[in-house]
C-alpha cells in the first residue's frame, strides 16, 4: 500500500483564490511527520510546511496551512490567495519515527501539479 | 532555511563514463545527507542515506557498486554514477539534515543535477 497517496495529478485555480492540495498517509507508527514541498521547473525542492504526529494545532506558515485531520490520516495544503509563482508541483511527505533513531526517511506523494490561471 | 548546494546543475556525459555529482551543506553541519532520483514527471524515490564518516546505506534494488555515495566530512556528500548509460539519465538531487536521532528538523534539498547519458 502507498504511505503516501495524492489523489490530485493536477489542480487549477484562479489567482488571488485558495486552493486545497489532498494527501493522506498510512502509517502505524504513533510518531511521525508530514511535510509539503514546492518543485518549480526550475527542479529545486522548497520546504513549505511541517506537521508534526503530536502537534495539537495546525500548522501554518504564511500563506500556507496544513489541515491536520489525524483520525481521517489526511494532511491537505491550504493555499489562500493564489499567486502566479504557485504554479508548480507539490509533494507531500512523510517522515515515520522509529524509537529515538536517525532514521529520516521521507516518502513522498506523486505530487499535484498546481496551474494559477490569471 | 539552510543552504544546500548541489553541483553541477546538468551534466552530460557519454555512455561508460563516470559522474561525478557534490552535495554541500553551507552553513550548517549536516549528520545526515539523502540521495534521490526523479524520472520526469514522477516523484523522488530515495536512493541512499549517507552519515558521515561511514557506509551509505543503500535502500532496496539500487546498485551500490554503481552509485558510489561518499561523506567524507560534515558539509559534503558525492553521489558517483559509474559506467553511465543512457538509462541512467535522471534528475539526481539531494538533501541534508543535522541533528542526530528524531527530531523536526525538515531535510533541505539541493537544487538537482539533470544527467543526461548520450
Known amino acids: 500500500a502507498q504511505k503516501i497517496t495524492q489523489t490530485q495529478p493536477g489542480m487549477f485555480v484562479q489567482e488571488k483564490e485558495a486552493v486545497t492540495l489532498d494527501c493522506t498517509y498510512d502509517?502505524?507508527?504513533?510518531?511521525?511527520?508530514l511535510f509539503w514541498y514546492k518543485q518549480p521547473s526550475s527542479g529545486e525542492m522548497i520546504f513549505l510546511i511541517y506537521?508534526?504526529?503530536?502537534?495539537?494545532q495546525n500548522a501554518t506558515e504564511g500563506r500556507y496551512s496544513l489541515n491536520f485531520q489525524k483520525a481521517r490520516k489526511s494532511a491537505n495544503l491550504v493555499i489562500s490567495a493564489s499567486q502566479l509563482g504557485d504554479s508548480a508541483m507539490y509533494f507531500c511527505?512523510?517522515?515515520?519515527?522509529?524509537?529515538?533513531?536517525?532514521?529520516?526517511?521521507?516518502?513522498f506523494g506523486k505530487g499535484t501539479l498546481l496551474t494559477v490561471n490569471p | 532555511g539552510a543552504v544546500v548546494s548541489q553541483h553541477p546543475s546538468r551534466v552530460i556525459c557519454k555512455s561508460g563514463t563516470s559522474v561525478k555529482i557534490e552535495c554541500r551543506s553551507l552553513?550548517?553541519?549536516?549528520?545526515?545527507m539523502f540521495w534521490y532520483r526523479q524520472f520526469p514527471k514522477k516523484s523522488l524515490m530515495l536512493m541512499a542515506t549517507?552519515?558521515?564518516?561511514?557506509?551509505?546505506t543503500y535502500e532496496q534494488g539500487v546498485e551500490k557498486d554503481k552509485f558510489l555515495i561518499n561523506h567524507a566530512s560534515l558539509t559534503l556528500s558525492t553521489l558517483t554514477v559509474t559506467s553511465a548509460h543512457p538509462e541512467d539519465s535522471s534528475f539526481y538531487i539531494c538533501?541534508?539534515?543535522w541533528g542526530q536521532g528524531y527530531a523536526n528538523t525538515e531535510a533541505f534539498f539541493g537544487q538537482g543535477t539533470r544527467l543526461t547519458v548520450v
Open positions: 511527505a512523510m517522515r515515520e519515527g522509529s524509537s529515538g533513531g536517525s532514521n529520516y526517511k521521507l516518502t
Open positions: 549517507s552519515n558521515e564518516g561511514s557506509k551509505a
Open positions: 538533501s541534508a539534515r
Open positions: 552553513d550548517f553541519q549536516a549528520t545526515t
Open positions: 506537521q508534526g504526529s503530536y502537534d495539537q
Open positions: 502509517t502505524s507508527d504513533p510518531s511521525y511527520g
